[in-house]
């Protein structure tokens, strides 16, 4: 079938190659034409595993085309997806939906058949209806259908992700439909193979497919807030995070996502969907929610100050003048994004208390260069370490967990790693020389 994908972010521009790759004829749109450009040479303008040489296979077949043109998106197929951006407003709380209202209006003004428009940005609860009520009054002759189907996916297992996603989430508008959503019959096109490999698809209402999204990553953002406050405890008893994680893991009621403990949650996501949430659920009055959340976010952001107070420890009590090596700007492993980035927050802290900084990242350097420019950025792991009075592992790339402590105690100059990932061998390092510290991670362990 054909669709249209609006946005070619990094939800926008994986959901229009994974359509494309499950046979669809997709056009991708955007008013940046550079990316437009890019795209449609076959370049991704972001780092995602495995994507680039699909985008490039679907070019080349025919089936994938990106545009800057509206008026040859409405025309194009009947189907509109919408995955626009919704950050957070000035106010650091409030989804922004600027972007998505603007989509959205342009779209439906040139809208000429029936259509069904699917949102999947992630959006508080009761967007959607406003939207659809909005649209219907401004273009009063668009024959529409708006449904809401959020995305699940991760940065760094988009393919995966998206191919072969857990669960289809479908809100549908069900006073008006009546059982009879168009919008539930394309979507069942749109997703046959899936559906067909067993992947289970939710039909809702509007308000439930938005707040599970939202949801799903409070909870995510729980777990690991949960772990990294149990971690604390950890230390105070001498027991091992890690083993611990396994222990819960192993429940199958439990699992063992999220359970990694040590500097936080970052990324262009959890934060502020956390944070979003948190403020929809203050201004509805379910206090409970507002609290539970406003703790989870208080207990990641608390985390940042423990690994910096880690660091000060392991320079001697000061941080003034000292050479700190970080490892690590991405939010996250198999990822070039920065976004609210708990790698270069703490790396900014320890900075600010008269620190020499030196940041590396295999693939997030040119980002973090933009978002942090007064941090030094060393482009080999080499480089970022020589002298160094301590280095923090701050993402949890595997290269970093590979590295050889023999190699790097030529470089440094007192062999001291704070691990903020609980990611290394804490036993190979410390048979090595080095006094390896991390969040849950006590010095017997
Ligand atoms: C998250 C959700 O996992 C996706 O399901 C969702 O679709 C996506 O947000 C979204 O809303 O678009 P993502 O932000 O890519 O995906 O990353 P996660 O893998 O969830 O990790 C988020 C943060 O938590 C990262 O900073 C990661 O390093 C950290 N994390 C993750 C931990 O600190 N400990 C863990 O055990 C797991």
């Given at each position: 079938?054909?669709c249209?994908?609006?946005?070619?972010?990094y939800?926008?521009t994986t959901?229009?190659?994974?359509?494309?790759?499950?046979g669809?004829?997709?056009?991708?749109?955007?008013?940046?034409?550079?990316?437009?450009t890019?795209?449609?040479?076959g370049q991704?303008?972001?780092?995602?595993?495995d994507?680039?040489p699909?985008?490039r296979?679907n070019?080349?077949?025919?089936?994938?085309?990106?545009?800057?043109?509206y008026?040859?998106?409405?025309?194009?197929a009947?189907?509109?997806?919408?995955?626009?951006?919704?950050?957070s407003?000035?106010?650091g709380?409030?989804?922004d939906?600027?972007?998505l209202?603007?989509?959205?209006n342009?779209?439906?003004?040139?809208?000429?058949?029936?259509a069904v428009i699917?949102?999947?940005?992630t959006?508080?609860?009761?967007?959607?209806?406003?939207?659809?009520?909005?649209l219907?009054?401004q273009s009063?002759?668009?024959?529409f259908?708006?449904?809401?189907?959020?995305?699940?996916?991760r940065?760094g297992?988009?393919?995966?992700?998206?191919?072969r996603p857990?669960?289809?989430?479908?809100?549908v508008?069900m006073?008006?439909?009546?059982?009879?959503?168009?919008a539930?019959?394309q979507?069942?096109h749109?997703?046959?193979?899936?559906?067909k490999a067993?992947?289970?698809?939710?039909?809702?209402n509007?308000?439930?497919?938005?707040?599970?999204k939202m949801?799903a990553n409070a909870?995510?953002?729980?777990?690991?807030?949960f772990?990294?406050?149990?971690s604390?405890?950890?230390?105070?008893?001498?027991?091992d995070?890690?083993?611990?994680?396994d222990?819960?893991?192993?429940?199958?009621r439990?699992g063992?996502?999220?359970l990694?403990?040590?500097?936080g949650?970052?990324?262009?996501?959890l934060p502020?969907?956390l944070?979003?949430?948190a403020k929809?659920?203050?201004?509805?009055?379910a206090?409970?929610?507002?609290?539970?959340?406003r703790?989870?976010?208080?207990?990641?952001?608390?985390?940042?100050?423990?690994?910096v107070?880690?660091?000060r420890?392991?320079?001697?009590?000061?941080?003034?003048?000292?050479h700190?090596?970080?490892?690590?700007a991405?939010?996250?492993?198999?990822?070039?994004?920065?976004?609210d980035s708990?790698?270069l927050h703490?790396?900014?802290?320890i900075q600010q208390?008269?620190?020499?900084?030196?940041?590396?990242?295999p693939?997030?350097?040119?980002?973090?260069?933009q978002?942090?420019p007064t941090l030094t950025?060393?482009?080999t792991?080499?480089?970022?370490?020589?002298n160094a009075?301590?280095?923090?592992?701050?993402?949890e790339?595997?290269?970093f967990?590979?590295?050889?402590?023999?190699?790097l105690?030529?470089?440094?100059?007192?062999?001291?790693i704070?691990?903020g990932?609980?990611?290394l061998?804490?036993?190979r390092?410390?048979?090595?020389?080095?006094a390896?510290?991390?969040?849950?991670?006590?010095?017997t362990c």
């Amino acid at each position: 079938m054909r669709c249209t994908v609006f946005g070619t972010g990094y939800l926008g521009t994986t959901h229009a190659i994974c359509m494309a790759e499950l046979g669809h004829h997709v056009l991708g749109v955007d008013t940046d034409p550079g990316k437009i450009t890019k795209l449609s040479s076959g370049q991704l303008p972001f780092y995602e595993p495995d994507l680039e040489p699909l985008l490039r296979r679907n070019l080349a077949v025919g089936r994938l085309h990106f545009t800057t043109s509206y008026p040859d998106a409405a025309q194009f197929a009947d189907l509109h997806i919408l995955t626009v951006g919704t950050p957070s407003a000035a106010d650091g709380h409030t989804a922004d939906l600027t972007d998505l209202y603007a989509v959205a209006n342009q779209l439906a003004a040139l809208i000429e058949r029936p259509a069904v428009i699917l949102g999947k940005s992630t959006v508080p609860a009761g967007t959607a209806a406003r939207l659809a009520a909005h649209l219907r009054e401004q273009s009063p002759t668009c024959d529409f259908e708006l449904a809401w189907n959020p995305e699940f996916l991760r940065e760094g297992h988009a393919l995966q992700d998206a191919l072969r996603p857990d669960r289809i989430v479908l809100g549908v508008d069900m006073e008006r439909t009546l059982g009879r959503s168009r919008a539930e019959q394309q979507a069942r096109h749109l997703y046959a193979d899936q559906l067909k490999a067993g992947v289970p698809l939710v039909v809702t209402n509007l308000e439930t497919a938005e707040l599970a999204k939202m949801a799903a990553n409070a909870y995510l953002a729980t777990k690991i807030s949960f772990i990294n406050a149990i971690s604390d405890l950890c230390e105070g008893v001498g027991a091992d995070v890690r083993a611990l994680a396994d222990i819960l893991g192993h429940d199958p009621r439990i699992g063992r996502f999220g359970l990694d403990a040590g500097i936080g949650f970052g990324g262009g996501c959890l934060p502020k969907d956390l944070r979003a949430l948190a403020k929809q659920a203050g201004e509805l009055g379910a206090v409970d929610a507002a609290m539970l959340l406003r703790e989870v976010e208080q207990i990641n952001l608390h985390r940042r100050v423990r690994v910096v107070d880690l660091a000060r420890q392991a320079c001697g009590g000061s941080l003034r003048a000292a050479h700190v090596a970080v490892l690590g700007a991405a939010f996250k492993a198999e990822s070039d994004d920065v976004r609210d980035s708990p790698a270069l927050h703490v790396s900014a802290a320890i900075q600010q208390h008269g620190a020499f900084v030196t940041v590396y990242d295999p693939k997030a350097l040119d980002n973090a260069r933009q978002s942090y420019p007064t941090l030094t950025f060393a482009t080999t792991i080499t480089h970022a370490c020589e002298n160094a009075d301590v280095v923090l592992v701050l993402t949890e790339w595997e290269q970093f967990a590979a590295l050889n402590p023999d190699e790097l105690t030529r470089l440094v100059r007192n062999r001291s790693i704070i691990d903020g990932r609980s990611s290394l061998d804490s036993t190979r390092w410390r048979e090595a020389g080095w006094a390896y510290r991390a969040p849950g991670i006590p010095k017997t362990c």
